[in-house]
């Protein structure tokens, strides 16, 4: 089991900056790539951005890419993801995911398979 808490979460204007952890307990850390999602109210949860295990590969939703950016630190057990220039759009829970390291890439696994563990949730709202 891999337990994931997240925190960060806020009410931001838009234009501001918020940056979301995300720490696990349990396993391994290091033998997990890392993944944020969202959900809006009404809508799908989607996925947001993904890292490898070692912090080398990062991917993202073209509708963040330039704003988002997705980090992680093995010795701390946490991940993050620092959100700038936010809209109105990215308003959502964000959750942490969590899907064990594997050959297959990193964003397909997490968008087709769906990782294995997911924190609750941080809810982040963005005002106009």
């Known amino acids: 089991q891999v337990q994931l808490v997240e925190s960060g979460g806020s009410v931001v204007q838009a234009g501001g900056s918020l940056r979301l952890s995300c720490a696990a307990s349990?396993?391994?850390?290091?033998?997990?790539?890392m993944g944020w999602f969202r959900q809006a109210p009404g809508k799908e949860r989607e996925f947001v951005a993904a890292?490898?295990?070692?912090?080398?590969?990062?991917g993202y939703i073209d509708s963040v890419k330039g704003r988002f950016t997705i980090s992680r630190d093995n010795a701390k057990n946490t991940v993050y993801l620092q959100m700038n220039s936010l809209k109105p759009e990215d308003t959502a829970v964000y959750h942490c995911?969590?899907?064990?390291?594997?050959?297959?890439?990193?964003?397909?696994?997490?968008?087709?398979?769906?990782?294995?563990?997911w924190g609750q949730g941080t809810q982040v709202t963005v005002s106009s």
């Open positions: 995911a969590a899907s064990f390291s594997t050959s297959q890439p990193m964003t397909l696994r997490f968008t087709t398979k769906g990782p294995e563990y």
């Open positions: 349990g396993r391994t850390f290091r033998n997990y790539d």
């Open positions: 890292i490898n295990w070692g912090g080398v590969t990062t």
